[in-house]
């Protein structure tokens, strides 16, 4: 029986994920960097059977003890930014654009966790469209470097490169209206040969994307793949 660990399960992406684990059958572990008064919100956030939460710091031996402990046998990393926790990370203090610690330090933690507790488990890593350490978006650097960090492990990998996220519970207005606006010009791409760039970079809703993920990461074609486009439309 399969038993998820998901970093970012406070996200809108971390939320649907632990709710589609839940429906088909996985045990998960909801790892949270929440206060100790918010986690009672949060079990009943995330309520579902087989699902409990961790609010184990982001330091290399606690997390690598929970992986001994847990022996989870996938991990699924979606602790990147979306444009909308990016601006968040700015009202506490982090620089705009410092994703190397808002998107690459904690997979890169959380990876090297799981080697140091010498358990296997299946890297399931939410990356972007355009990934690359040779891209001039810092965003895009980050993520590929993340993408490296997965590829350049002991572990079997699942790598999702997502597209704009935009959020099953009608929040995020602004990225959601970013989104609509991106469609509508990759619509226009698509009649005018740029079909590719449309079913690439057209915009997801976090549920739909959620249930992809599942899906691939729980499937043994998925072992070892970098995902991306349609085939995360189901």
């Known amino acids: 029986m399969p038993t998820a660990f998901v970093a970012g399960a406070a996200t809108p992406l971390g939320r649907d994920v632990i709710s589609e684990l839940s429906r088909v059958g996985v045990a998960a572990i909801a790892h949270l960097q929440v206060d100790v008064q918010e986690r009672p919100a949060w079990q009943r956030k995330l309520n579902f059977p087989m699902v409990r939460l961790d609010a184990t710091p982001w330091d290399m031996p606690r997390l690598t003890q929970v992986m001994e402990q847990n022996s989870p046998s996938h991990i699924f990393i979606l602790t990147g930014s979306t444009q909308t926790r990016a601006r968040a990370a700015k009202k506490q203090g982090i620089p705009e654009g410092n994703y190397e610690t808002t998107d690459f330090k ?3 933690m959380l990876i090297d966790a799981v080697l ?4 296997e488990a299946h890297l399931v890593y939410l990356s972007a469209v355009g990934a690359s350490t040779s891209s001039s978006d810092p965003h895009l650097v980050a993520m590929g470097r993340g993408e490296k960090k997965v590829m350049g492990s002991t572990c079997p990998y699942t790598i999702i490169r997502a597209p704009f996220i935009r959020s099953s519970e009608g929040g995020w207005w602004f990225d959601t209206a970013t989104a609509r606006t991106q469609d509508v010009f990759l619509s226009v791409l698509g009649l005018v040969g740029g079909r590719a760039a449309r079913d690439r970079k057209r915009s997801i809703r976090s549920y739909d994307l959620a249930s992809a993920i599942v899906a691939i990461a729980l499937d043994p ?4 793949a970098v995902v991306e486009g349609e085939r995360l439309r189901l």
């Open 221 to 224: 074609a998925g072992r070892n």
């Open 106 to 108: 904690k997979a890169d």
């Open 116 to 119: 140091r507790a010498r358990r």
